[in-house]
């Protein structure tokens, strides 16, 4: 499926995402909003189509889950085109985290935006540099995620993830870490935490912790980290635990605001997963690229999603 003519709307849909049954109703919606359907093949294929078609595109639309999204997002940048170049998420993936923290309830919602909704520039994460649009994990979610079966997505969704965290804490080994924040532009020092992790979470769209909302502010500039120390492994495997434990409450949790971070391992390589997508390293630089993607968002989206309440007790 797809055309190798130029378009100035390209969607690139991953048809054995999610469940895999959203192919057709895709394509007929696409075809009807005048996007020019790519169909992926292969691993790689995402990427090297918005590379691509990312030059003469104004919008390149991802229909898939979030490593779809990743991938677009990182041929985009590959083709130099960010600049002039937006992105729309179709969320066809099987937890679709980062579609909802913007707003995006559905396939055919997502074409409703695309016409009528409103655009914003947020900003993009950068690991080695590779870039990462909702969030960086290493550790035992890391090794999780690779390890959860399509099977097991397809019957439990977002929880299958959650499930085979659980089961994997038992045999994991944590991870000797050393982890330095940037300094902040108002000249406050750079802060440094080092012992053993469970995980190390980055967000940069999706948060972590707070029960009130998935989401992060994706327009500050900033990515809010939050690591795990591994005196919290057999807490997990209780559910009260696990409840508290991402709350804010818990003393296992050492929470930061940053533009910038190096994470580095005392031991071995460390297996980190960028929306999905893995990377192996000993060293890893992230840091933010403010305001670097124009994306179609729904009403639903609130830039700063603590604007109406108290800030959760992240520490800058």
Avoid at 170 to 175: I, M, Q, R
Avoid at 269 to 297: F, K, P, Q, R, W
Wanted: proline share 3%; with cysteine.
């Amino acid at each position: 499926m797809g055309s190798d003519a130029a378009s100035d709307r390209v969607l690139v849909l991953n048809p054995v995402s999610g469940s895999g049954d959203h192919v057709d109703e895709v394509a007929e919606l696409a075809a009807e909003h005048g996007f020019a359907v790519r169909q992926t093949e292969e691993g790689g294929d995402a990427k090297r189509i918005a590379r691509e078609t990312a030059p003469d595109a104004d919008l390149v639309a991802a229909a898939g889950g979030d490593g779809t999204l990743n991938a677009v997002v990182n041929g985009i940048a590959a083709a130099d085109a960010l600049a002039t170049t937006g992105v729309a998420v179709v969320p066809a993936g099987t937890g679709n985290n980062f579609a909802a923290n913007v707003g995006i309830r559905s396939i055919e919602h997502a074409f409703t935006v695309i016409e009528e909704g409103r655009r914003r520039s947020i900003d993009i994460g950068t690991a080695n540099d590779r870039i990462f649009v909702n969030s960086c994990v290493g550790g035992v979610t890391a090794e999780a995620s690779s390890e959860t079966s399509p099977e097991s997505k397809e019957s439990l969704g977002v929880l299958a993830y959650v499930k085979n965290t659980i089961e994997t804490v038992g045999s994991f080994e944590s991870l000797p870490l050393r982890v330095k924040t940037a300094a902040r532009p108002n000249g406050e020092r750079t802060q440094a935490w080092e012992g053993d992790a469970l995980f190390v979470l980055i967000g940069n769209c999706r948060r972590f912790t707070g029960a009130r909302t998935a989401q992060a502010d994706v327009e500050d500039g900033l990515l809010e980290v939050t690591i795990v120390e591994d005196t919290a492994a057999m807490e997990l495997l209780g559910g009260a635990a696990r409840e508290r434990l991402f709350d804010g409450d818990s003393d296992c949790i050492v929470t930061r605001r940053t533009p910038a971070l190096e994470i580095e391992s005392r031991r071995d390589a460390v297996e980190y997963s960028l929306d999905g997508e893995m990377l192996e390293t000993e060293h890893l630089h992230l840091e933010t690229n403010a305001s670097a993607l124009e994306i179609a968002v729904g009403d639903a989206y609130e830039p700063d999603p603590d604007a109406d309440g108290p800030h959760w007790p992240f520490e800058t």
